[in-house]
């Protein structure tokens, strides 16, 4: 028994080196080239789709005077990066890879309505990669955002705190953000507006937005609602 437990863990430890082998192999094969200024896309035309959701893991706080409402939120994003595809059975295998998030491609999403001036995440986590090239990136950040809130019925009040996040440089033409569970959402509006109604703003609603699965319920505050809105606004030129 001795012997065939010392057998299996040098066969594993061997196991180890190789896919360590194949792994730093894949990296440079990946990113020797790799520029991380360049949107990831087949064609310049096309869109990148990502797809965004929030995991509220504490409401820490909800600040009445100033209106501000501080969270503590991972930011799940899933893309597909089309340089960083491989096939497995060339790596031994290799069917994940982390990578530091600031050697590769990833989307300026922001929080537009920020109260402290911190509108990017601070720390980078790593992101994984897979072999058809989807990239999951999901860092945590602590955010204050602003909240406009009516006291008139304290201590029975409810409140509704928007948390709005956007790419920061890119058009939606450019970069597509969607809602991570899209596949449920559902239209509630579309709006013309404009001098001649040539614009049009379409939302979609889904319904359980925000990830609740890790969330430390607060003492003061019970959360009764958590929508994820979508407003996509399409231009159509006069003739």
């Known amino acids: ?12 430890l061997l196991s180890i080196v190789y896919c360590t082998e194949d792994a730093n192999r894949l990296f440079e094969d990946l990113l ?14 096309d869109a990148l789709i990502v797809r965004f959701k929030l995991k509220l893991s504490q409401l820490l706080d909800v600040h009445e005077k100033n209106q501000i409402m501080t969270t503590n939120v991972w930011l799940q994003h899933t893309w597909t990066d089309v340089k960083l595809k491989w096939n497995p059975e060339e790596y031994g295998g290799v069917n994940a890879l982390y990578v530091p998030s600031d050697m590769i491609w990833i989307p300026d999403i922001v929080l537009y309505n920020n109260a402290d001036g911190n509108y990017q995440v601070s720390f980078l986590t790593k992101a994984k990669l ?24 304290f201590p029975f009040d409810e409140q509704t705190c928007e948390m709005k996040f956007g790419s920061w440089t890119y058009s939606g033409l450019e970069v597509d953000l969607k809602h991570k569970d899209s596949n449920i959402e559902r239209k509630v509006d579309e709006i013309a507006f404009g001098i001649n109604g040539e614009y049009i703003e379409t939302v979609w609603i889904v319904d359980q937005g925000i990830d609740l699965s890790d969330y430390y319920p607060s003492v003061e505050w019970d959360i009764l609602g958590v929508t994820g809105k979508r407003h996509e606004i399409r231009s159509f030129p006069l003739l």
């Open 1 to 12: 028994m001795i012997n065939f437990n010392f057998n299996l863990l040098h066969i594993c």
């Open 130 to 153: 897979s072999p058809n090239g989807t990239v999951e990136w999901s860092p945590p950040a602590i955010y204050k955002s602003m909240c406009q809130i009516n006291v008139e019925w």
């Open 32 to 45: 020797v080239n790799y520029n991380k200024l360049v949107r990831p896309v087949g064609n310049k035309t």
